[in-house]
């Protein structure tokens, strides 16, 4: 797409059509074209069809909300910045917004001088990211990055099981990289060209949570005023992610079993049967195993969920990826917010390689955009970085026995190797001149990356 203003087109999503118009007006005024929805689902197939260069989107809207609307919209592309207009603002909704890769949050009714810079700086960045090899469109692994031989095997399963109608669990700590695990699934599976609804189990209780999977008709409960389509039914041709799934409750757990065995359910408060072709994903953070013995999982559930289950390890676990999603990090959050850095010291490296990243791919991404943020230069060096990070050391825990001092001076030069080899072990080992499986038995001996 050029990028002359002129030929600039923008989405309009907004099922207030008073305020849909103001805003239509003014951006062709400011020279723009313009798209209109005037609810989720449309607006996420005007953005699969027309790709527009943003997407100005009310957070509430009739069928699809414009949270659920912005995480469709990231399950295949992950370029279009999107900017949330509500006139219901919280910092909860801000925040989750932000979280699934809102670019910005402006309140209704919006400033339009505000909205004009916000829209500026939107498709600046939208061009930036457009320029990234790793974030084009279309690429089953967009914005994945990987270094270590456990996320290649993982991702190799995952080229594998896509094409199936296979039930998958995914699991693995939080920050771990679930979500975008599931968009990776979807874009390479059949179902690439329906929707990917995802539904977080954890954030509403039991009724809701019943209302958002099924739906319900009018007068099902006290608020209901209008009939609303579930997930379920929204996601029919697609596939659907149930995040935190081990944080379900036992009733609706039998509700789900009954749609993957048949592939029919009801809305809350009606009688008619209705019927869903729906691809499901699970992922969570719990022991399913664990919270089946404690009686807080079905088994029967769980066999239907984990056909095949994939595991992500946590960040201490593939060390060796961090400096490569750092340095994309990076690059992300200098675009978005107008900053010169261009890099990062070997000594910051070395601090984010040697701390145990119990947020994992998360923490690390945040503590990058902090940095960025607060650095006076044009590179991130380590007093930019938190205590936590920069004051942390290669191994968390003290080994049971006092080393000799022949093992000391073996444990620091494996300390010396990985920090050199950036936290790869296979690199380290050949640098040792040891076995990789002789550097992993010395690695766990010492508690070096633990």
């Excluded at 692994?141 to 031989?149: D, N, R, V």
């Excluded at 991702?155 to 094409?163: E, G, I, Q, W």
């Excluded at 979500?179 to 509403?204: F, G, Q």
């Excluded at 890099?343 to 145990?356: F, K, N, Q, V, W």
Aim: aromatic share 6%.
């Amino acid at each position: 797409m050029s990028t002359t203003q002129d030929q600039l087109w923008i989405l309009v999503a907004d099922d207030e059509l008073a305020h849909r118009s103001l805003v239509r007006q003014w951006l062709l005024r400011c020279g723009y074209q313009v798209f209109e929805a005037g609810d989720g689902v449309v607006a996420v197939e005007t953005v699969r069809r027309e790709k527009p260069a943003l997407v100005l989107m009310d957070l509430r809207m009739p069928g699809m909300d414009g949270i659920a609307a912005l995480r469709n919209i990231r399950s295949f592309d992950r370029t279009v910045p999107v900017i949330m207009l509500t006139a219901f603002g919280s910092i909860q909704s801000a925040v989750e917004a932000v979280k699934l890769g809102a670019y910005d949050y402006l309140q209704k009714p919006v400033d339009l001088e505000v909205l004009k810079q916000a829209v500026t700086s939107a498709l600046d960045y939208g061009t930036l990211l457009r320029q990234e090899p790793a974030a084009q469109q279309g690429e089953p692994f967009s914005g994945l990055i990987w270094k270590s031989p456990q996320m290649a095997e993982i991702l190799d399963t995952v080229s594998r099981v896509a094409p199936s109608t296979a039930s998958v669990l995914i699991t693995g700590e939080s920050g771990t990289g679930k979500e975008m695990i599931a968009d990776a699934i979807h874009r390479l599976s059949t179902r690439a060209a329906k929707p990917c609804i995802k539904v977080n189990c954890a954030a509403l209780h039991e009724q809701l949570l019943e209302s958002e999977l099924f739906g319900h008709e009018r007068g099902a409960f006290t608020g209901a005023a209008d009939l609303r389509k579930g997930r379920f039914e929204l996601a029919d041709g697609g596939t659907l992610l149930l995040d935190e799934i081990g944080d379900m409750a036992p009733t609706t757990q039998a509700k789900i079993l009954r749609v993957l065995q048949s592939g029919t359910f009801e809305r809350l408060g009606g009688t008619t049967t209705l019927k869903t072709d729906v691809r499901v994903i699970a992922a969570t953070n719990h022991d399913l195993k664990q919270a089946i013995e404690q009686g807080k999982f079905r088994s029967d559930l769980f066999f239907r969920l984990s056909v095949v289950p994939i595991h992500l390890p946590p960040l201490r676990e593939r060390r060796e990826e961090i400096p490569a999603l750092a340095d994309h990090f990076l690059k992300r959050f200098a675009a978005k917010n107008q900053r010169p850095i261009a890099s990062i010291s070997t000594e910051a490296m070395h601090a984010l390689i040697r701390h145990c990243w119990p947020g994992n791919v998360r923490e690390l991404e945040n503590v990058i955009e902090r940095a960025v943020i607060l650095a006076p230069g044009d590179q991130l060096t380590p007093e930019i970085l938190p205590v936590s990070v920069r004051g942390g050391q290669f191994s968390r825990t003290d080994t049971a026995q006092p080393l000799t001092v022949l093992e000391q001076i073996e444990r620091d030069a494996i300390i010396q190797a990985m920090l050199a080899c950036q936290g790869n072990r296979t690199k380290a080992a050949e640098h040792l001149g040891m076995s990789r499986r002789s550097l992993y038995n010395k690695l766990k001996v010492y508690g070096i990356g633990d």
